[in-house]
C-alpha cells in the first residue's frame, strides 16, 4: 500500500523552528534512490525543497540552504524535515515524496502539512 503521512507543521514567528516528520510505506520508502522534500505556496506550483539519497547525501534548494536539515531514519520508514531561522517566505504546504526529476508528475502525493511563518 501506498502511503505517506507528513506532520509536525503549525504557525511560528518569523525566526522559528519547526520539525517536519514524514511517515512512508516501504514500498516508496525502500525503494526510492532518494527521498524529497517539497512545498506549494500559496497560489504557486510545488517546488522541491531537499533531498537526501539512499546512502546519505544531500542536496538543498538554494532557498534554504544552511537552515534546513534534511535527514532520514532507514529503520522507521521516516524522512524529517528541520527548519531554523524560519521566514515568511517559507510559508506553504509541505510533501514528501521520493525524488526524481520528473516530481511534478507523480500521481500520488499525501496530504501535506501547512506551515505558516509570520512576520
Known amino acids: 500500500q501506498v502511503q505517506l503521512e507528513e506532520s509536525g507543521g503549525g504557525l511560528v514567528q518569523a525566526g522559528g523552528s519547526l520539525r517536519l516528520s514524514c511517515a512512508a510505506s516501504k514500498s516508496i520508502f525502500s525503494d526510492a534512490n532518494a527521498m524529497g522534500w517539497y512545498r506549494q505556496p500559496p497560489g504557486k506550483q510545488r517546488e522541491l525543497v531537499a533531498t537526501?539519497?539512499?546512502?546519505?547525501?544531500?542536496n538543498y534548494a538554494d532557498s534554504v540552504k544552511g537552515r534546513f536539515t534534511i535527514s532520514r531514519d532507514n529503520a522507521k520508514n521516516t524522512v524529517y524535515l528541520q527548519m531554523n531561522s524560519l521566514k515568511p517566505e517559507d510559508t506553504a504546504v509541505y510533501y514528501c515524496?521520493?525524488?526524481?526529476?520528473?516530481?511534478?508528475?507523480?500521481?500520488?502525493w499525501g496530504q501535506g502539512t501547512q506551515v505558516t511563518v509570520s512576520s
Open positions: 537526501i539519497r539512499s546512502g546519505g547525501s544531500t
Open positions: 515524496n521520493r525524488y526524481t526529476s520528473d516530481f511534478r508528475w507523480f500521481r500520488y
